[in-house]
């Protein structure tokens, strides 16, 4: 019987196993093979025995292996690059939280304030409008006291959007260092859809449930998938809506007062914006619930995933010296 013809192969370097010339990875170990490693000769696949695979296999094949298999070197994991340092941190986000949170606090004190404005200038437009003589001098100071509260709120927006922002990208970053996988939305675009037009009026709520549902601790112990069967709630759907509704009514009542001349078209215009104020409170409220909800949920699953990791640390074994 005639000898079988030999051909060339390529040798794995993680774990010794021969491959055809032509394989782009290891049969074994899946590691991938550089075209400028050496070709060795060695006997046709189709005929090689079982005990030459077995001679093909190098010592510390069966060390390496698992290793590789666990994905440790070619295909490693986010828990492995974490526990080397490698891969996203956890950074607590109470501070951000909690200024975001007081700012909003100060928003709705000054909200309930430009409330208290809106009203009195409603009933004193109501007396303009009935035909009743209002001096000329409190139609004046109402008007000063109403640009003073709008400025002052323009001022508090501003330190909340930018905290608020600040805190949605960090909240939003610590979601892989929890183990969520399969993100929609990178940190980055999780606040740059607030400023895209017509987009900006359904992407912040989807980031929001997407930060909320990825901040489970189950995302760490499950591969990090289960978070999208997490449920989106309440507070969070109430949050945007009252934004929006906020958002309307504000708008249409800068629409309704410019070019307002007429008493009752300013009486319409104020009414609009006591409107604005209730809402804009509400809204302010849930945010806050929002931003400290979210931010206990994603430290306690770090505190779990925290502790689930350490019980699985392999314990260090103790040899006994043999005499």
């Given at each position: 019987?005639?000898?079988?013809?030999?051909?060339?192969?390529?040798?794995?370097?993680?774990?010794?196993?021969?491959?055809?010339?032509?394989?782009?990875?290891?049969?074994?170990?899946?590691?991938?093979?550089?075209?400028?490693?050496?070709?060795?000769?060695?006997?046709?696949?189709?005929?090689?025995?079982?005990?030459?695979?077995?001679?093909?296999?190098?010592?510390?094949?069966?060390?390496?292996?698992?290793?590789?298999?666990?994905?440790?070197?070619?295909?490693?994991?986010?828990?492995?690059?974490?526990?080397?340092?490698?891969?996203?941190?956890?950074?607590?986000?109470?501070?951000?939280?909690?200024?975001?949170?007081?700012?909003?606090?100060?928003?709705?004190?000054?909200?309930?304030?430009?409330?208290?404005?809106?009203?009195?200038?409603?009933?004193?437009?109501?007396?303009?409008?009935?035909?009743?003589?209002?001096?000329?001098?409190?139609?004046?100071?109402?008007?000063?006291?109403?640009?003073?509260?709008?400025?002052?709120?323009?001022?508090?927006?501003?330190?909340?959007?930018?905290?608020?922002?600040?805190?949605?990208?960090?909240?939003?970053?610590?979601?892989?260092?929890?183990?969520?996988m399969d993100l929609k939305y990178s940190p980055g675009w999780a606040i740059g859809g607030f400023f895209v037009p017509l987009l900006n009026m359904v992407r912040p709520y989807q980031v929001v449930t997407e930060i909320w549902k990825a901040s489970a601790s189950e995302a760490h112990r499950s591969r990090g998938t289960v978070w999208g069967r997490e449920e989106t709630p309440v507070f969070i759907s109430l949050w945007w809506g009252s934004w929006l509704i906020s958002g309307f009514l504000d708008s249409f009542g800068r629409f309704m007062i410019f070019g307002a001349e007429k008493a009752d078209q300013l009486l319409v215009a104020s009414r609009y914006h006591l409107a604005y104020d209730v809402i804009s409170l509400a809204c302010a409220a849930l945010a806050i619930t929002v931003v400290l909800r979210i931010n206990a949920r994603q430290e306690d699953a770090n505190r779990v995933n925290s502790l689930t990791e350490v019980r699985r640390a392999p314990e260090p074994e103790i040899v006994s010296d043999q005499l």
């Open positions: 019987m005639d000898a079988p013809k030999s051909e060339s192969s390529r040798k794995c370097s993680w774990c010794g196993t021969l491959n055809p010339a032509d394989a782009p990875a290891c049969s074994k170990c899946d590691a991938a093979l550089s075209a400028n490693q050496p070709l060795v000769s060695a006997l046709p696949f189709s005929t090689a025995s079982p005990t030459l695979d077995q001679e093909n296999r190098a010592p510390y094949q069966d060390v390496v292996t698992p290793l590789v298999d666990s994905s440790l070197f070619d295909r490693m994991s986010g828990e492995a690059m974490r526990s080397l340092g490698l891969g996203p941190s956890f950074e607590p986000g109470g501070t951000r939280a909690f200024f975001v949170a007081g700012c909003l606090s100060l928003y709705i004190l000054l909200s309930l304030v430009a409330a208290v404005v809106d009203f009195s200038k409603i009933e004193l437009l109501s007396k303009i409008a009935a035909g009743v003589r209002v001096p000329a001098a409190q139609v004046t100071n109402s008007d000063a006291f109403t640009l003073l509260i709008r400025l002052s709120l323009i001022v508090v927006v501003l330190f909340t959007t930018v905290s608020f922002l600040a805190w949605i990208y960090r909240a939003h970053k610590n979601l892989k260092a929890l183990g969520a």
